[in-house]
């Protein structure tokens, strides 16, 4: 436990300052009602609307040391990054977004075509740490070139004969004539604690946790609402299936009528409102949900 742990009581979550991962990061933590005081000033460590929680803001890379060392209690990047720094944290939950695979990629025209080759090799990477541990588990000997960024132009430029980078579109790889030889890992944003911090803040911890679930389980989610007559019901239930159980509930006003709501996937939404439509559902409404807690 750190000072800071054992002296105050308010839980510090990292968060990044900056980079692709910040922005979405911030949306689903507020999504989930918890709104930063000062999320686009230069303030690096902000209140929140629970005055029991603080975020600090800082680069996705030194998020895993500052929870390692309880510098913060919480933290949120990329699991490249907490591997990257083999820091000691546990791994609380995963995001699911943020997708990227470090891969090995050699010149297209390489002779290179397997790891194997590599043995002797010079690699260019950002990442010279899971490259470190990765080649001397295969028992290969390389030299590792350790780049800031831009690392696809190394084979080009004649500093390194392949590199190790991540790629999520593929476009970066392709577009500078690379060819992708083997996969390391498939990185996604997570979400990471402190191993004393679920002793001071267990309970705050498992607030936040339901809180960013129910946001995540929503997502990609509608709340369909119709009216339908009983003799139709069975044809819209057949509609449903497969989906989260309709509920289905009388209409007050109108003996016959029955309302029916289901949560639905969008991807689903397009056809299924039709169908439901010929099915015998009318007075059909699609609602956005924010959060779905179990
Ligand atoms: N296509 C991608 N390329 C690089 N990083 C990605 C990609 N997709 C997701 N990420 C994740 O984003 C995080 C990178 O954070 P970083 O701050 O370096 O952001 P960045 O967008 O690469 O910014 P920078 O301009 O500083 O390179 C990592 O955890 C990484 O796994
Ligand atoms: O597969 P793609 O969708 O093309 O994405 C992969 C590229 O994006 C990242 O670079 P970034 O934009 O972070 O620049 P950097 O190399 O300077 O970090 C990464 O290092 C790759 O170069
Ligand atoms: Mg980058």
Redesign the pocket.
Same mark, same amino acid.
């Given at each position: 436990m750190n000072t800071r742990q054992t002296e105050k009581r308010i839980l510090r979550l990292a968060i $990044?300052n900056? *980079?692709?991962?910040a922005d979405p990061i911030i949306e689903l933590i507020e999504d989930s009602g918890l709104i930063l005081q000062n999320s686009v000033s230069r303030k690096l460590i902000t209140g929140t609307s629970d005055p029991a929680i603080e975020v600090l803001f800082a680069? $996705?890379?030194d998020i895993p040391a500052y929870v390692a060392s309880g510098a913060a209690d919480l933290g949120i990047?990329?699991r490249?990054?907490v591997m990257e720094r083999g820091a000691d944290v546990e791994e609380l939950m995963d995001l699911k977004s943020?997708?990227?695979t470090l891969v090995i990629a050699v010149p297209e025209d390489s002779d290179i075509a397997d790891v194997r080759d590599l043995d002797g090799k010079k690699i260019a990477t950002e990442f010279p740490g899971i490259c470190e541990r990765y080649f001397r588990d295969e028992k290969l000997s390389v030299s590792i070139v350790s780049v800031g *960024?831009a690392c696809e132009a190394a084979p080009y430029l004649g500093i390194a004969d392949a590199i190790v980078d991540?790629?999520?579109s593929g476009n970066t790889i392709r577009t500078n004539n690379l060819r992708v030889i083997s996969e390391i890992l498939v990185?996604t944003t997570i979400l990471i604690a402190n191993r004393d911090a679920q002793k001071i803040y267990s309970e705050k911890i498992a607030e936040f946790c339901l809180a960013i679930e129910s946001v995540m389980r929503a997502k990609g989610k509608k709340y369909l609402m119709m009216n339908v007559h009983r003799e139709a019901l069975e044809a819209v239930r057949n509609v449903l299936p497969g989906l989260s159980g309709p509920t289905v509930m009388d209409v007050a006003s109108e003996d016959n009528l029955v309302a029916v709501h289901a949560v639905v996937s969008e991807d689903h939404l397009y056809g299924l409102v039709s169908s439901l439509k010929n099915a015998g559902a009318r007075d059909i409404l699609v609602v956005p949900i924010e959060r779905m807690i179990r």
């Open positions: $990044p900056k *980079g692709r991962i680069r $996705p890379v990047t990329g490249d990054m943020g997708k990227a *960024g991540l790629s999520s990185s």
